[in-house]
């Protein structure tokens, strides 16, 4: 049977575009559509919609208000599925000719934070992007009525669904390419020299440095434990995390800048536990983390409290500002076995989400 894959925008890396590459590995000779390509040959064959041959091409925020125009508009297809991966408008998808009869299912990352949640997300808490929420909301809710069945990424996004388009969803766990993370890496000398330069035990925080990941969090946990901190990544929120450090916590923090796949895998295996503080859908680097065998103090709100196992694969935090229940959750976080968090990754490997995304659209489209 033919399908369709659509997706919103494509870019040279992040977690909705693993899901969409999966997708198509679970379905290959599915026809991929997305609203424009800016991950060169990553995703080939793709096609691109109207959106991609005008100036707003790759200006997500400028062209927002037009997306569910053009997602309505798709050229005519003959499939027997259409299945839609979704963070904000690509649900709306709708082709002419006999693919618009077709059954339509989504994965959803999650309904569009902005529009939805925006005291989670800055970009929607503007006076201009409030307006624009309430106009898209009915249209929004209105569109997630047409497929005939949804899946989340967590049972925290299949929360947010119900609030706000009113459907019931299944949950299906992201894809995690755990197990190059339990493999011993090969670095380079130079990286090994990074490596050798890092204490032999510490508290790490991962992500791009820009405020909403809580990086500050870490050295707040390492302080509270009294064990040096690492913060891997980079963004602009560095100067702002650095004075942080100077004033909180001098000499016990180092930066590790633009770590290397092999070298971040390294620096993983190495951490006596992973702060990992935002309040996110899912959150792939907590299992990342598990993975090499590295519990995980997590947020108690969000994604992250259906991977980390409390007490058992690290711990969940509730007040990010209480040094005394930092101190507690990494003790707890640093009685974890790594075999638990070993086993505990495994359940959201690649091979889990290609069964789990197969059923799905054998179940509810063909």
Known sequence: MSGLIVHEWLSPAGGSENVFEAIAR???DAERWCLWNEAGERFQPVHETLLAQTPLRGRKAVALPFMPTVWRHLPERDADWV????????????????????????????????????ELDGRGDSLPARALSMALKPLDRKRAQEPVAIAANSRFIAERVADAWERKAEVIYPPVAVAGFGQEPELTAAEQDRLDALPESFILGFSRFVPYKRLDAAIAAGRASGLPVVLAGSGPDEERLRAIAEETYPGAVTFVHHPST????????????????????????????????????????????????????????????????????????LGSSSDACRVRAADFGEDVFAREIERFVARHAC
């Open 83 to 118: 299945l839609t991966s979704s963070h904000l408008f690509a649900h709306h998808a709708r082709f002419a000719g006999p693919a618009r009869d077709a059954p339509k299912v989504v994965y959803t990352h999650t309904p569009a934070r902005y529009i939805w949640v925006p």
């Open 26 to 28: 679970v379905f290959p």
């Open 262 to 333: 092999p070298l971040l895998t390294a620096i993983l295996q190495r951490a006596s536990a992973l702060v990992f503080a935002p309040i996110e859908d899912f959150g792939i680097i907590p299992v990342e983390a598990m993975a090499a065998g590295t519990p995980v103090l997590a947020n108690a709100v969000g994604g992250a409290v259906e991977s980390v196992l409390d007490g058992v694969t690290g711990a969940h935090v509730h007040d990010w500002e209480s040094p005394a229940e930092l101190e507690a959750a990494v003790s707890k976080a």
